[in-house]
Every structure is written in structure tokens, then in C-alpha cells.
């Protein structure tokens, strides 16, 4: 949202959202009683040379020089140096709160934001593929989704004792695959890559893989691959019907999405599962016909189990945004207690 600021800069926090491609922006009113995105850009990565040049065209350009700033980045936050996992960006904790002029940084992993944002979002900011639609938020709740990469975060708690975030690097967790076709995908994974991670099927990139294995396009032996298409063309082809095999891959990606999601929520004894990134929002339909409810359920024993999990896909448009300036504001409210 763009308004008029008011104010000395003090009220206001900077709240980002880094990812592989993308760096998003925002201020937040540290003083209003709800969280809200102010004067929100989206800045391409590949046009600035770092994180610090492009958080300083950002303050530059909305003329506000906060002292407080929570960002998310795609990448692990536990050191003072830190380099994003899908972008050649690396930078200094310390050296970066300084150059922006902060009194106070906090870094978060980019699906720690995005569930710190579950307890916030609204009725409309979801899409539920099972279960109510608006029920209470029950916990443990799993959130994941694919993007540049696959993140995954685990939001614990209640509404009556206060959510926490566990952040984790569960995307990069070795990928299962089942039947023919994911072996023939794991083949080609493991000879370009090394090994066959989860994100190396669940994410955009991976879902131009996907395609080019199954079309026959690789050299599964050399990892070589002759020729990708973009994971939005695949999408769209799926979508409207007139490519057979962008729709194969397409329902072998949710498929996929099926499994890692139902291992997740054993793994985390989720009560609902989120799934979250810029890519699933886009085919939710699509996805609710696939063989992702299917797969999700395939736990043998723990079948049952799975059957009372509820799962929404988030449509908000920047919910790494919004559970930034949530993890900030509660940062300065646990500062004041």
C-alpha cells in the first residue's frame, strides 16, 4: 500500500523480503495497531550488485530512514555472515546494520517470515484445499511451498499462548522418488547435481527440469539437458490444454508436492499445513484435481492420521512482507515488557 507518511522516522520499521529473484520492500508503522505494508516495492535482484545497494535505493526512493529493520532472506540466518542460497549475494549482519544506519536488524529466513505471517493473514488471504475454511489456526501448523527454492518453516504455539517460529532447511532434504518416472527424475538430478533434493524437483526451476526429463529432453547419464522451457510457460501450456506433456509434468510436480508436504506434517505433527511461494497460487485448481491429495495421504499406517490435517494455499501477495513486520513489532513488544 501506498500512502502518506507522518511522522518523525523512528515510527516506522523496514520490513524486506529477499529471495532468489526477487528483493521486496516495505515499511511498517510501528505504532498502528495492526501490521501493514507501506509504500511496498518489488526490486529485481539482477539490477543491484547487493542486498546493501538495493535496501539503500528502496529508503532512498520513500525518503525514510527507519532504526529498526526485519528482513527475510532465502537462506540460513544463524551467523553474522550471510549468503543467500539461489542469488550471489553474501553480506555482513553487522556491516549491513550499520551502512543503513539501524539501531536494530533482525534476519529471518524467508519461510520463517512467511509463517510468522499465518497468524495474521485474513479469511480471503487463503484458499483451502481440505478441511474448514475458516476455522481457528491449529497447531503445529507446517508451512512450505515452492518458489526460486522450496522453504520450509514450522509455526508452534496458540492463539491464546502466542505463536513461536522454528525455521529450518527442510527443502533441502533428499528427494523420495515413486515409480518410474521420479527415479528417471532423480537420475538426471543426481548426475547433474550431485544428489536429488526435494527443491531440486519443487521449485521453479525444477519444475523446467520436471518437463525436460519426462519430454525426453536430457541425457539422464551426463546430466546434460538439451533444451528448458520456462516454468510460467509450462504452467500456462498445462493450464490451457494445448501441450500434453507441459501438463504431465505439471501434475508430476503436484504429485510431488503431495508427498513432501504429507512427510512434512508426520515430521512436524502439523494440524494444518500451509503451502505458501509464488508458484502453487498460480494452478490451484489444477492442483486440487492432481494426485496431490492422493499422495499427501500415501503414509501407510498414518493414513488416518493425515485425513484430519487441514491444508490452505496462501494467495496473499506478500505474506513474507507481512510476517516480517509481524516478527518485528513483536520484537520491540517483547523489548518493552
Not at 518489488?42 to 520513500?62: D, I, K, M, P, R
Not at 495474521?120 to 474448514?132: M, N
Not at 504452467?235 to 500434453?244: F, N, T, W, Y
Request: with cysteine; glycine share 10%; charged share 20%.
Amino acid at each position: 500500500m501506498t500512502v502518506a507518511l507522518g511522522g518523525d522516522d523512528a515510527r516506522y520499521g523496514l520490513i524486506a523480503d529477499i529471495g532468489g529473484t526477487n528483493a521486496r520492500f516495505a515499511l511498517v508503522d510501528m505504532h498502528a495497531p495492526c501490521p501493514e505494508a507501506l509504500q511496498a516495492k518489488t526490486l529485481q535482484n539482477a539490477e543491484f550488485a547487493s542486498l546493501q545497494h538495493a535496501a539503500g535505493h528502496y529508503l532512498q526512493s520513500v525518503g525514510v530512514q527507519p532504526r529498526r529493520a526485519a528482513i527475510a532472506v532465502a537462506s540460513p540466518v544463524d551467523a553474522d555472515e550471510i549468503r543467500l542460497t539461489n542469488r550471489a549475494w553474501s553480506f555482513s549482519r553487522s556491516e549491513l546494520r550499520d551502512a543503513l544506519g539501524l539501531t536494530e536488524l533482525r534476519l529471518l529466513n524467508d519461510f520463517g517470515a512467511v509463517a510468522w505471517a499465518v497468524p495474521a493473514l485474513q479469511p480471503d488471504d487463503c484458499i483451502t484445499l481440505h478441511g474448514a475454511p475458516t476455522p481457528a489456526l491449529r497447531g503445529p501448523v507446517t508451512v512450505l511451498g515452492p518458489g526460486t527454492g522450496l522453504g520450509v518453516a514450522l509455526l508452534v504455539g496458540s492463539e491464546a499462548q502466542g505463536w513461536q517460529v522454528v525455521e529450518t532447511e527442510g527443502g533441502h532434504v533428499t528427494f523420495a522418488p515413486n515409480g518410474d518416472e521420479e527415479q528417471l527424475i532423480a537420475r538426471w538430478l543426481t548426475a547433474h547435481h550431485g544428489r536429488a533434493s526435494n527443491e531440486r524437483v519443487l521449485c521453479g526451476k525444477g519444475l523446467s527440469h520436471v518437463d525436460a526429463v519426462l519430454r525426453g529432453a536430457t541425457h539422464p547419464e551426463v546430466g546434460q539437458t538439451d533444451a528448458l522451457r520456462e516454468p510460467a510457460d509450462i504452467v500456462e501450456m498445462a493450464l490451457d490444454g494445448r501441450d500434453v506433456a507441459a501438463r504431465r509434468a505439471l501434475a508430476r510436480f503436484c504429485a510431488v508436492l503431495g508427498s513432501v508436504a504429507g512427510d512434512a506434517a508426520l515430521i512436524h505433527g502439523a494440524r494444518t499445513v500451509m503451502i505458501a511461494g509464488g508458484i502453487v497460487p498460480r494452478f490451484v485448481p489444477f492442483l486440487r484435481s492432481s494426485a496431490f491429495r492422493e499422495r499427501f495421504l500415501a503414509k501407510g499406517r498414518f493414513a488416518a492420521y493425515l485425513e484430519s490435517v487441514a491444508i490452505h494455499v496462501v494467495t496473499h501477495p506478500n505474506p513474507g512482507l507481512l510476517g516480517a513486520a509481524v516478527a518485528l513489532r513483536q520484537a520491540k513488544q517483547e523489548e518493552l515488557a
